[in-house]
């Protein structure tokens, strides 16, 4: 597979080359584990300050600078500090985690022991999707490789640190990607996200000892960071934006994938890396970051000042590519799952496909999320399959407005964002579902057709 | 409770009134202490916290610090310039730090009330003409008071299990069950039987049982207790009363000695259930299930109803007088008991002190434990017996030595207060050699025998106070009327004092509570009237050599509460 010149590929640099292979002799071949190797030269506390200075923020989904996360680590209790790899990758439209540790897991397990030995953690897991089983089954193969390498594990490259890596396959519902609820299953319970205060995972996380959680690309990025340098890393893209970004783009493009990208537009992705929208189509909206993102329109401009104070006008295509563009244009760049609607789509009926999800993956712990969601699904289902009533949609945005930052996690965002921003950007839309649907003359059968999935 | 330490106190305001709290109590314990309701469902004062409902939302604020000099800000009038979150916090799950302020009753508090309020209302089945939490149900009162007053969902509602029996005496239904995890979290913190889980996930969760188990410790019924709707039920008080025709009477557990507060609720002269009564120092707000059954003691079928003379009913004004003489005919033994109140015991001991007895003697029960609120001694009383001076030792359980002067001779007539002292390890036949003067509410094996019974009140029907195992003095009050025959337990004792004795003897407890609360008796200073719901806690200091069974329970702990002097 050719890899497009607007392409940066770091993370993935050797992941889809002719012959490499999951195995470590391909990884040592390629200079695997001397990072590692050297990074025991360094004081636990300099490669903490290192990764700080590369400004690397966290993959997931929230994007958290990686460095500020570890230094919010409680060191004085006394306690054991765990390192944990978010590997629960189920926010729908993301799979970049799957490709790394398909095809490259030992880039994972060396930048989990770097990180481990920068943070003192004796004991790091890895939290699989339970989806992903031979993702599991690579990673243990890895594992058992680079224990028998003295990668990891005991008396690591003769270091004399050690740590134990273990992987944990997850309890197969979204929420266990939360950073709370992964920890919670990962103890052996219901994947419940707990409430902040107190349980910050950085001082009560698992087993109420201070816990990292990271994503997989985040703790490849270290990798790379302790390889190039803070400084080189952070000239990857710009100030507090830095490096690389494996981004998964899916639906209305000729060449849906994962790219692995520097500092682009939002437009040189979708049209020139993944040669922009089906024959005879045109795009109609955007979904960044994953599917509980805002929505961005195609036609809108997207305004607003700089913080030097300098001003932007930009249409979809020249939004940066990067945490803060995509903040700036009022969504979020989330887990880096981006998805394309083009012309053909209907947002209400995307919105009842994202609802019948979200519901099904609300934990149900807290109220709101619990019942709202599941509200909304039947209103959008209800709307879908012909039946919509006068006021829906008001109501619909009442019921996300109910929702959004009354809940114990963001998962609740989550649920809310969607709708929010779908009725906001294609309020025509829902407007003429709730006129025409409601009136008992209508022809309801192109809207069943569309509806097939959405019992 | 334990007198804050200043040092602790931090200030907080709370919607613009400042209040001094101890740091760490929770926003929700904060406002009321202004007089502020801060409505909840899943947050419990004994429970740890869930933080789930999120009906107890609440704006919150803190002193905001400069970035860059770290100095607080301040507004222009000098006062600190307070930086409020843009989203709700829990009041459950917000700690009190110093310069914290909440705001409990803002629009965006209110709206959010609303909000959660709504949706606890969507999938909630509205059954309240129906259920037996209506008129105590956390969920109906706050939609009215915190609701819109009229529901947007025109959705089919979801569908979950009606009627399950969870346990013996619990029955579950699940689509009430607002899913707020008291009584998950009670079952593992407090019952130590960690039985019960949500399956399934979202708005489809379900309350139940572990597959092969169910809720069947001695507290299951807390859990109907803490529930805020009427998920949880009490099968044996399902669809038997409006809550709201019950009159409440406070009482006291007498099952053991740890004396559990309780309420008693009956109409009409009849007693519909039991409930827990909070207290901190004794039983939080926790009761065991067994001390809830004991009111169906006052209509049982071996109820005394009137007073006998050799078998033949008589009334208890004649039954009093022929006890006291048969007791003024000497060679008198007399059997006291744990399950009497302390003003009984009080008149008992006027009766030893009046006539040249042979001996006094309690009968002791004791059972195991089961470190909650069951404590070892089932009698709720025998501290009482010692600080009264009825006995000066533990009882024994048998009365070996009772049964001994018997057979030599030495006592001829035997009164015993609610004991049965063939229960007790006396046999028939000695029984057949003495005159039997009885006291109690209840027929056994000894009022077959009896000469004189007297036909007395269960705890239901008279008021009194009992010493539990921290001795700490507690007062339970009337709830019923006692049986027309019945006569009670403490005026016929004080009757046969005063007949006895020649002297006048108090015969209310007002006024029996003058001479218990004598100078120099660690009683002195205490009325029955001035005792509060709390209790006091007496000087146990001299009784602190006895070998007492009991061991570590909720609220005691022999190790450091040998001797419970002071709070």
């Given at each position: 597979m050719a890899i497009h010149p607007k392409e940066h590929r770091i993370v993935l640099k050797y992941a889809d080359e002719p012959g490499y292979t999951p195995k470590i002799e391909s990884y040592l071949e390629h200079g695997g584990y001397d990072t590692l190797k050297a990074a025991f030269s360094k004081k636990p506390e300099d490669i903490r300050d290192e990764v700080k200075k590369s400004q690397l923020r966290g993959r997931g989904g929230a994007g958290f600078p990686a460095g500020v996360k570890w230094s919010l680590v409680d060191r004085k209790s006394g306690k054991p500090i765990y390192l944990v790899c978010n590997a629960d990758e189920s926010e729908p439209g993301t799979f970049k985690d799957r490709q790394i540790i398909h095809k490259d897991p030992h880039q994972l397990i060396e930048g989990m022991m770097i990180s481990a030995y920068a943070n003192d953690c004796a004991k790091a897991f890895i939290y699989i999707r339970e989806e992903m089983p031979h993702g599991a089954r690579i990673l243990d193969e890895a594992i058992l490789e680079a224990k028998g390498k003295g990668f990891c594990g005991d008396n690591i490259c003769g270091s004399e640190y050690s740590c134990d890596l273990v992987v944990h396959r997850g309890a197969a519902a979204y929420i266990c990607g939360e950073e709370t609820g992964l920890i919670e299953s990962l103890e052996g319970k219901r994947a419940n996200p707990r409430i902040k205060p107190p349980y910050f995972p950085a001082v009560l996380g698992l087993y109420q000892c201070p816990t990292i959680v990271n994503n997989v690309e985040t703790l490849c990025d270290v990798k790379h960071i302790m390889e190039m340098g803070a400084d080189e890393f952070a000239k990857i893209g710009r100030p507090n934006n830095t490096g690389t970004r494996i981004w998964c783009v899916s639906g209305g493009v000729q060449r849906p994938g994962y790219y692995e990208v520097g500092q682009i537009t939002l437009g040189e992705l979708v049209n020139d890396i993944c040669g922009g929208p089906l024959p005879g189509r045109s795009i109609k909206a955007i979904i960044p970051g994953g599917s509980s993102m805002k929505i961005l329109k195609a036609e809108d401009r997207y305004k607003g000042k700089n913080p030097d104070g300098s001003e932007y006008d930009w249409g979809l295509e020249d939004i940066p590519l990067d945490y803060d563009g995509i903040a700036a244009a009022g969504s979020m760049s989330g887990s880096g799952g981006m998805m394309v609607l083009d012309d053909t789509v209907s947002i209400p009926a995307a919105l009842a496909n994202l609802m019948a999800f979200y519901s099904h993956e609300s934990c149900g712990q807290c109220t709101p999320c619990r019942e709202g969601s599941l509200w909304l699904k039947k209103i959008t289902t209800r709307m879908v399959h012909g039946e919509a009533r006068p006021g829906d949609v008001d109501l619909m945005k009442s019921v996300a407005d109910q929702i959004a930052g009354r809940t114990i996690c963001a998962f609740g965002f989550a649920v809310a964002w969607p709708v929010q921003s779908y009725i906001a950007k294609f309020e025509d839309e829902f407007r003429e579902y709730e006129e025409s649907l409601s009136n008992p003359d209508t022809d309801r059968t192109s809207i069943k057709e569309l509806a097939c999935n959405h019992g | 409770m334990a007198e804050e330490k200043k040092d602790n106190l931090v200030t907080v305001n709370i919607d613009g009134v400042d209040v001094q709290v101890p740091k760490g109590t929770n926003m929700i314990e904060a406002a009321a202490k202004v007089g502020k309701e801060v409505p909840h469902y899943c947050y419990h004062p004994k429970l740890s916290i869930?933080?789930?409902?999120?009906?107890?939302?609440v704006e919150l604020g803190m002193p905001g610090r400069d970035r860059a000099t770290g100095e607080p800000m301040l507004n222009e009038d000098g006062s600190p310039k307070i930086m409020w979150m843009p989203g709700p916090a829990i009041g459950c799950g917000t700690n009190a730090a110093p310069g914290m302020h909440i705001k409990t009753n803002s629009e965006k508090v209110k709206e959010a009330r609303e909000g959660v309020t709504e949706f606890l209302l969507v999938n909630h089945p509205l059954d309240c003409p129906i259920c037996d939490q209506a008129g105590e149900c956390r969920l109906q009162e706050f939609s009215a008071s915190h609701g819109r007053g009229q529901g947007r969902f025109t959705e089919e509602k979801n569908v979950k299990p009606k009627r399950t029996r969870l346990g013996p005496r619990v029955t579950l239904d699940d689509e009430r069950c607002i899913l707020c995890s008291r009584c998950i979290r009670f079952s593992q913190e407090i019952a130590n039987d960690d039985v019960l889980g949500f399956t399934d996930r979202g708005s489809y969760s379900t309350l139940t049982c572990f597959p092969g188990k169910e809720l069947a410790n001695n507290y299951s019924l807390n859990t109907v207790d803490i529930c805020p709707v009427g998920a949880l039920t009490s099968t044996d008080f399902r669809f038997k009363m409006r809550v709201w025709f019950l009159k409440e009477t406070n009482s006291i557990d007498f099952?053991?000695?740890?004396g559990c507060n309780t309420k008693v609720s009956s109409r009409e002269g009849k007693i519909y259930r039991i409930t827990p009564r909070r207290n901190d120092a004794v039983n939080d707000t926790w009761m065991p299930d067994?001390?809830?059954?004991?009111?169906?003691?006052?209509?049982?079928?071996?109820?005394?109803?009137s007073s006998l003379i050799d078998g033949t009913e008589v009334s208890a004004q004649n039954a009093v007088v022929a006890a006291s003489e048969l007791l003024n005919g000497g060679n008198v033994a007399i059997v006291g008991s744990g399950k009497a109140t302390v003003e009984e015991q009080f008149a008992l001991k006027g009766i030893a002190d009046a006539i040249d007895h042979k001996g006094v003697y309690l009968v002791a029960r004791y059972g195991e434990g089961d470190g909650i609120l069951i404590t070892e001694d089932r009698n709720p009383n025998v501290r009482g017996a010692l600080l009264t001076g009825l006995i000066d030792a533990l009882p024994e359980e048998q009365l070996t030595d009772l049964g001994q002067k018997i057979d030599s001779g030495e006592v001829k007539t035997v009164l015993t207060t609610k004991e049965d002292l063939i229960a007790a390890g006396l046999t028939e036949a000695q029984l057949s050699k003495v005159s039997v003067v009885y006291i109690g509410a209840h027929a056994n094996p000894t009022t077959a025998k009896a000469k004189v019974v007297i036909a007395g009140l269960t705890q239901f029907e008279k008021s009194g106070t009992l010493v539990n195992v921290q001795f700490r003095i507690q007062k339970f009050n009337k709830a019923i009327p006692g049986p027309k025959g019945a006569i009670d337990d403490l005026l016929a004792l004080s009757t046969i004092q005063a007949n006895l004795s020649g002297e006048e003897a108090p015969s209310s407890i007002g006024s029996i509570w003058k001479s218990i609360a004598a100078e120099g008796s660690v009683f002195e200073g205490l009325s029955f009237a001035s005792l509060s719901d709390e209790g006091q806690l007496l000087d146990g200091s001299k009784f602190s050599e006895l070998p007492f069974k009991e061991g570590k329970s909720l609220k005691y702990d022999p190790q450091t509460e040998a001797v419970a002097t002071t709070e």
């Open positions: - | 869930a933080g789930n409902c999120r009906m107890c939302l099952e053991t000695s740890a067994s001390g809830r059954e004991l009111y169906k003691k006052v209509e049982s079928e071996d109820r005394l109803q």
